[in-house]
């Protein structure tokens, strides 16, 4: 008989006692025992948070500095550090180059899962070289299992180039920890459907991931108070978001949003200052600039009050 299997003690392989005969369940009953699993999952996660907000720390400095943020992943960890970076530009104005994701099979394997890309150790950190990490880059890599090889040989690279590393996974108990600057390690236990990591381990990761980009994106400057200041407008849902974003923090009615919008380049932050400040557009933009992108900084105004008649809460 050949070697033990070297999957078989993960959490994420384990069998779950409490959905044993989920064949026999009503529809119902097993919509009650997916909400009951990922009540622990959400506990597992919030066991996590010290570790988050220090790597949330760790991203922010990196991006000061310049610095980009890059996800690796395969199978569904892989997808949702595509998802992260995808969503930055339009919800925060970023640089597409500002945050990647590099995923086992090459971003195709998106929408058609391509099978063994994972194991590929060589091929993780040939993927990551292509980028040329450096000592100011966060990598962060994704592997729910903590032993995907593809995601190993990217980590390994881009430690040798001095990049800050922040690892996620689900095994707590994952070795990688030596070598990482940070482990976040929700311990999810077993899921409903026994090693099917997109239920469960995928929605811890999908919380983390969002903690890690939000959390970092709000520290530099990308929101005001809780509004998206930094909002892309090349649809008209985003440009309305654009001119009910000026109408709140402005005071404007909702036609003279849309006019200074447009004197502003459709820069929401630029569009703000001008109208509080009675500076020009490229005067406001240099504001913002000497503010570090910070409009709270740029015009000596908290949102918060405002905010807070607007919803009125105490």
């Known amino acids: 008989m050949g070697a033990p299997s070297k999957w078989q003690g993960l959490p994420t392989e384990a069998i779950n006692p409490a959905t044993l005969g989920i064949d026999k369940l009503s529809p119902a009953d097993i919509v009650e025992s997916m909400l009951n699993e990922d009540r ?7 066991r996590e948070k010290e570790r988050i907000a220090v790597s949330v720390d760790i991203i922010t400095q990196g991006l000061r500095r310049g610095g980009r943020i890059v996800f690796v992943g ?18 925060f104005g970023t640089s597409p180059d ?18 063994g890309v994972e194991d590929n150790y060589e091929e993780g950190a040939r993927a990551i070289t292509r980028l040329k990490p450096s000592k100011k880059d966060v990598v962060i890599g994704v592997s729910a299992s903590g032993m995907t090889q593809f995601v190993r040989g990217a980590l390994t690279r ?30 999810v236990g077993p899921e409903v459907i026994a090693g099917s990591t997109r239920l469960k381990a995928g ?19 990308k929101t005001y ?9 090349g649809s008209e849902m985003r440009r309305d978001r654009a001119r009910r974003i000026i ?3 402005t005071g404007l009615e909702y036609e003279a949003a849309d ?19 009675g500076l020009n557009y490229a005067q406001s933009a240099a504001r913002l600039r000497g503010a570090h992108d910070c409009v709270r900084d740029a015009i000596g105004e908290d949102a918060e009050a405002r905010l807070k008649e607007l919803v009125q809460v105490d």
Do not use: Y
Request: charge should be positive.
């Open 40 to 46: 622990k999952m959400l506990a597992a996660v919030h």
């Open 74 to 91: 395969a199978g569904t960890s892989g997808r949702l550090g595509i998802l992260e970076s995808a969503e930055m530009p339009p919800t």
């Open 98 to 115: 500002l945050v990647h994701a590099i995923m086992a099979g090459g971003k195709g394997a998106m929408l058609r899962p391509r099978e």
């Open 158 to 187: 881009a430690r040798r180039a001095g990049s800050k590393i922040i690892f996620v996974t689900c095994d707590p108990r994952t070795e990688l920890q030596t070598f990482v600057d940070v482990t976040i390690a929700p311990a």
């Open 203 to 221: 929605t811890a990761t999908k919380i983390v991931l969002n903690m890690l980009t939000t959390a970092a994106m709000v520290r530099i400057g």
């Open 225 to 233: 108070g809780n509004l998206m200041v930094d909002v892309q407008t």
């Open 247 to 249: 109408a709140i923090v």
């Open 259 to 277: 006019k200074l919008l447009r004197r502003a380049q459709w820069n929401v932050k630029a569009a703000i200052v001008m109208q509080k400040s």
